[in-house]
């Protein structure tokens, strides 16, 4: 089946600093990457929709200057959570589908903390 | 936009009684219906899901309803083992155009042996 590869699985790092998230789809081709964000004990709130080759759309209140999105290619999408701050620590998932008449296939996700 | 609401936001149940999780949607023009199963720390797992012009599915312990008229799906598990404690989440989309999913807030599933 579909597999989508994320790391790191787990990162810490300073406030401030920067930090690249990365997704790749093993067996597919993924034309559109979705990039969520989940608080403990919440759902998972969609940050941005990325298409191949284009630039991410970005949901409203999502920062496209703090987190940046590239989708350079069809197996691999990164997600930059740039000057980082400690209420940016959650856990972010990615989320790949091949086409419109195909399922989504999730990453394992990044707990992110900032100190 | 579209908005999923899901209840009940905690439920407990006893091994081998069945579980109900409820979701609605504003969208009318949303046609497609997923549920996942979320254990801590890990990635959501599809576990059923459901498109508009079907009323019922099943996949063995585990159905998902739709009332399109009401615009609410519901998550059916049948004989609950310890091991389907977990978060479940429903979602909606609208396919082929919205392409992105809108989950509900979740519910935890606790099953008591």
């Known amino acids: ?115 | 936009g579209e908005n999923v609401e899901q209840h009940p936001s905690t439920l407990s149940v006893q091994e081998g009684d069945s579980a109900v999780i409820k979701c609605t949607y504003s969208d009318s023009a949303s046609n497609y219906f997923p549920w996942y199963k979320q254990e801590l720390g890990k990635r959501p797992q599809l576990i059923i899901d459901i498109r508009s012009n079907v009323g019922e599915k099943k996949d063995q312990r585990i159905a998902v309803t739709l009332n399109k008229t009401a615009k609410h799906f519901s998550l059916h598990i049948t004989e609950t083992q310890p091991e389907d404690s977990a978060v479940y989440f429903c979602a909606a989309s609208m396919e082929p155009w919205g392409n992105k999913l809108v989950f509900g807030a979740g519910t935890i599933l606790r099953v008591k042996s």
């Open chain 1, 1 to 115: 089946g579909a597999v989508v590869s994320q790391h790191p699985s787990r990162v810490i790092c300073k406030s401030g600093t920067s930090v690249k998230i990365e997704c790749r789809s093993l067996d597919f081709q993924a034309t559109t990457m979705f990039w969520y964000r989940q608080f403990p004990k919440q759902s998972l709130m969609l940050m941005a929709t990325s298409n191949e080759g284009s630039k991410a759309t970005y949901e409203q209140g999502v920062e496209k200057d703090k987190f940046l999105i590239n989708h350079a290619s069809l197996t691999l999408s990164t997600l930059t959570v740039t000057s980082a701050h400690p209420e940016d620590s959650s856990f972010y998932i990615c989320s790949a589908r091949q086409g419109v008449n195909y399922g989504y296939t999730f990453g394992s996700g990044t707990r992110l903390t900032v100190v």
